[in-house]
């Protein structure tokens, strides 16, 4: 697995060891044994191309790529594309080092591939749009393409919430605060997973021969920004009633403002034609179960 210490793929480590996979983390520098998970096998780049060092690979996790909230400078916007195709450049190295290539690789992607649409729904037939994200997963995802692997799941991941990393925390920080309320004209589709349904949707993508190519990683029902605001607020019992306006954030973060001013209404159809149930199928069980976790940490 690359991306094995960030917050998708620590929780995914612990899931694989849990039900008894040998894991391996792919890393740039391995980290202090303080910040290793218990079971898990940490290699460098480097090592991963030994066979001797790595050992037999049956299936690839590739979730490498820089994060894409920073402001877009014309730098940044290079290094969040060179990261991501790199990366997947690297996996196909380390895949083409086997003596027999991996029975599957699960590649992360991003769902605005689409492209903003307030009216569009997209299942994963949808056309790739014209904006700077758009661009970025579809050469992602061409990248991911030259992984020698008998099969190929390109996961198009949504916003991930958990309680504790990545973006949530933050979005709830003006409802725990009372000053929490729509995002620019909260008309915008917010495209979202709980983590435990993101980590079990890889473990799903591992495991069906039936699923490949692109999937819609996101929750099944669908809701824009105003509704998604509104179960934080109920599920932590605080107002949801302060709008940030949209020049507001437009100053404040520039281009990169299209992420929380914009965004797609879609839909998993692949992966619940396969099969998969999700936990956490609305925004307001969702809440719920990040409140409860909050109130006990």
């Known amino acids: ?67 894409i909230n920073q402001r877009w400078t014309a730098s940044s916007k290079q290094r969040i594309v060179q990261s991501r195709v790199h990366a997947a450049a690297e ?70 919430v958990d309680a504790e990393g990545g973006a949530f925390p933050l979005m709830a920080l003006p409802y725990k605060m009372f000053v929490g309320g729509k995002v620019g004209s909260g008309k915008q589709w917010l495209p979202w997973i709980h983590l435990d349904d993101m980590v079990r949707l890889v473990l799903f993508s591992l495991d069906t021969d ?22 934080i607020a109920q599920a932590f019992r605080r107002p949801h009633w302060m709008p940030v306006p949209s020049f507001a954030l437009r100053t404040l973060f520039g281009e990169m403002s299209t992420l929380l001013l914009e965004g797609q209404h879609a839909v998993p159809r692949r992966a619940m034609n396969a099969g998969f149930q999700f936990r956490y199928p609305s925004a307001a069980e969702a809440m719920q179960a990040i409140a409860r976790k909050s109130s006990k940490s």
């Open 210 to 231: 039936c699923l490949s190519g692109p999937v819609n990683a996101c929750a099944p029902e669908a809701v824009t920004n105003e509704q998604f605001g509104r179960a």
């Open 91 to 160: 996996s196909a190295k380390i895949a083409q080092a086997q003596p027999t290539k991996p029975k599957v690789v699960v590649n992360a992607s991003g769902i605005s591939v689409y492209g903003p649409s307030n009216h569009e729904v997209f299942d994963e037939s949808g056309r790739p749009g014209t904006d700077f994200l758009s661009g970025v997963v579809t050469q992602w995802e061409a990248a991911a393409d030259r992984i020698p692997a008998e099969r190929l799941v390109k996961l198009r991941i949504g916003l991930v």
């Open 1 to 67: 697995m690359t991306g094995g210490t960030g917050f998708i793929g620590q929780a995914l480590v612990k899931a694989l060891i849990a039900r008894g996979d040998e894991a391996v983390v792919v890393t740039r520098a391995v980290p202090d044994a303080s910040r290793q998970i218990t079971g898990a096998k940490y290699v460098t780049w480097e090592d991963a191309l030994v066979p001797a060092r790595i050992g037999r690979i049956d299936a690839i996790v590739n979730l490498a790529g820089e994060s």
